[in-house]
T-cell receptor
Framework: GQQLNQSPQSMFIQEGEDVSMNCTSS?????WLWYKQDPGEGPVLLIA?????ELTSNGRLTAQFGITRKDSFLNISASIPSDVGIYFC???????????FGTGTRLKVLA | ETGVTQTPRHLVMGMTNKKSLKCEQH?????MYWYKQSAKKPLELMFV???????ENNSVPSRFSPECPNSSHLFLHLHTLQPEDSALYLC????????????FGQGTRLTVV
């Protein structure tokens, strides 16, 4: 099945640093969603994007819907230990009900 | 609490057993989804229901049988599973399936022995 390419796969950062991750696809998407998943739990929605070029913030998190509609990025500013987890992007293609998920970025924050 | 509740949280079953996973959403949504999450793999869409009608079946083996009696409830009936079916099974819902956010339950950790 189709996948979204998400990078980086994993990253170690120091507390207080900014983090950036992105998703790319060969297909156009109408919607981009960013989730965080803790071990043994379901993904929790962080940010939803609906328009090309849209830039949306949620606290220390900022995400953008790429102009080409084929990519999106998520930034986390001033990371804290509780930011540890796996971050997933998800895209929905026009005219479908499917949300396609990225491969995930595993974030580890060093205090 | 996302408004999507899955039961049980953990399930161990033998390959000859029959069991069911349950999902209930309290968000007034019309679309519901089953996803499978295996270790080190992206979430894989299994089924989509929109207004109780199945709109997607992502080539899922027949040993997985979904049921959506109403917009608030979704079941996944399991029979004669294989050990490789062990995974976290996630249910999600969204308002009407398109161009909206999807909210996930906490998942059912399934182990097939």
């Amino acid at each position: 099945g189709q996948q979204l390419n998400q990078s980086p796969q994993s990253m170690f950062i120091q507390e207080g640093e900014d983090v950036s991750m992105n998703c790319t696809s060969s297909s156009i998407f109408n919607t981009w969603l960013w989730y965080k998943q803790d071990p043994g739990e379901g993904p929790v929605l962080l940010i939803a994007l609906y328009k090309a070029g849209e830039l949306t913030s949620n606290g220390r998190l900022t995400a953008q819907f790429g102009i080409t509609r084929k990519d999106s990025f998520l930034n986390i500013s001033a990371s804290i230990p509780s930011d540890v987890g796996i971050y997933f992007c998800a895209g929905q293609k026009p005219g479908t009900y499917k949300y396609i998920f990225g491969t995930g970025t595993r974030l580890k924050v060093l205090a | 609490e996302t408004g999507v509740t899955q039961t049980p949280r953990h399930l161990v079953m033998g390959m000859t057993n029959k069991k069911s996973l349950k999902c209930e959403q309290h968000l007034g949504h019309n679309a519901m989804y089953w996803y499978k999450q295996s270790a080190k793999k992206p979430l894989e869409l299994m089924f989509v229901y929109n207004f109780k009608e199945q709109t997607e079946n992502n080539s899922v083996p027949s040993r997985f049988s979904p049921e959506c009696p109403n917009s608030s409830h979704l079941f996944l009936h399991l029979h004669t599973l294989q050990p490789e079916d062990s995974a976290l099974y996630l249910c999600a819902s969204s308002q009407d399936g398109r161009d909206t956010e999807a909210f996930f339950g906490q998942g059912t950790r399934l182990t097939v022995v």
